[in-house]
């Protein structure tokens, strides 16, 4: 036992943190594909993919043209990503339906944001986490704006689709 304050050592903190992150990204991908099959059970075609790395981008930071959430997705799930954008968009709706299902634990954001093609019942689902704390600009900019983007690129940067979203609610509920 210690004298002033914790008796839990910081590592251990650290260690639950990442575990408890680790369990709630895992819950995230099994709920994005369990969503993903319920929509492909109602005739919709979907494309479910879970980013290797989400990052809140607000307008004044070096990319500031690509205000929002980034996404990048693996290599190999870019021409799904690609042929899955280019029907939606070929059909002339482009996406202009989406949800957005969010949770957050261990400091950390977790989301499904599910974008809807409805000429060409076609969803695209992306499963995202990022660091709440580097949040804080993005949101901010959002509410001012009153919309946001979501971003898709590839490791090497090379932008496959976004997405533009007239309510930015359903990304920051708080």
Do not use: C
């Not at 002033?4 to 910081?10: C, K, N, Q, T, V």
């Amino acid at each position: 036992m210690t004298e002033f304050g914790d008796s839990e050592d910081p590592s251990d903190r650290i260690a639950a943190s990442s575990e408890e992150a680790k369990s709630a990204w895992q819950a995230t991908i099994e709920d994005m594909n369990g969503m993903a099959d319920e929509l492909a059970e109602q005739g919709w075609t979907t494309t479910a993919i879970a980013a290797e790395d989400t990052a809140p981008n607000p307008p004044d930071s070096e990319d500031a043209e690509r205000f929002g959430f980034i996404h990048v997705i693996p290599d190999n799930r870019a021409t799904e990503f690609t042929a899955a954008f280019d029907r939606g968009h070929g059909a002339g709706g482009g996406f202009q339906e989406y949800e957005v299902y969010r949770s957050e634990a261990a400091d950390r954001a977790f989301q499904v944001t599910v974008m809807y093609d409805e000429p060409s019942a076609n969803v695209i689902l992306l499963a995202g986490n990022y660091d709440l704390r580097k949040a804080d600009a993005l949101a901010t900019a959002a509410r001012k704006r009153g919309e946001i983007y979501t971003h898709v690129q590839t490791l090497d940067q090379t932008v496959l689709g976004s997405f533009k979203h007239e309510s930015w609610e359903h990304f920051f509920p708080e």
